[in-house]
């Protein structure tokens, strides 16, 4: 799987100081209509509880330059719940899931449905709320490194 280059996005959940999230590089459309999603998440994540009472998450597909967001939710440097957040400004839209206003796109899903499959569960999103920024290069997780979609060199590590 180290061959397939994956878009680095960060799955939030939860609303005020009940909120985290984590960093995933398995986000796939699913269907336009209706327009849904999936994304799979670790069940033993501080995340999947928020993600199972709220009903509600945000994608957010992360550009080149925002490495450090994507290793704080991957939960480098210990850091937990809503201290992932960061300084980063953060908006909500349809479900009042936070979103991060300097993502390439920043997609708002309420929970359709969830099916378990071993470690993981797939997480089927119906999209509520989409914005897209109007330029940027995405981040790329690949061979175990991060680089951007418009060159083949590493980023800078943190």
């Known amino acids: 799987m180290r061959q397939l280059p994956g878009g680095v996005s960060v799955i939030t959940v939860g609303r005020g100081e009940e909120r985290s999230g984590l960093t995933v590089t398995s986000v796939s459309s699913l269907s336009l209509d209706p327009p849904t999603l999936i994304v799979c998440v670790y069940k033993q994540s501080s995340s999947w509880p928020l993600l199972l009472k709220h009903k509600a998450f945000g994608v957010n597909v992360l550009r080149a330059d925002q ?7 991957a939960g480098r440097g210990g850091l937990r ?4 957040f960061g300084d980063e400004p953060w908006i909500t ?21 969830t099916i378990d499959r071993h470690s993981h569960a797939i997480v089927v999103g119906r999209v509520e709320a989409v914005q897209v920024a109007s330029f940027g290069e995405a981040l790329v997780y690949w061979h175990g490194k991060y680089v951007s979609s418009a060159r083949d060199a590493p980023i800078a590590q943190v």
């Open 93 to 113: 839209l349809a479900t009042g899931v936070p979103l991060l206003a300097g993502a390439l796109a920043r997609i708002d899903c309420g929970v359709e449905e």
């Open 81 to 84: 719940g809503p201290a992932r």
């Open 67 to 73: 490495q450090a967001v994507a290793e704080r939710f």
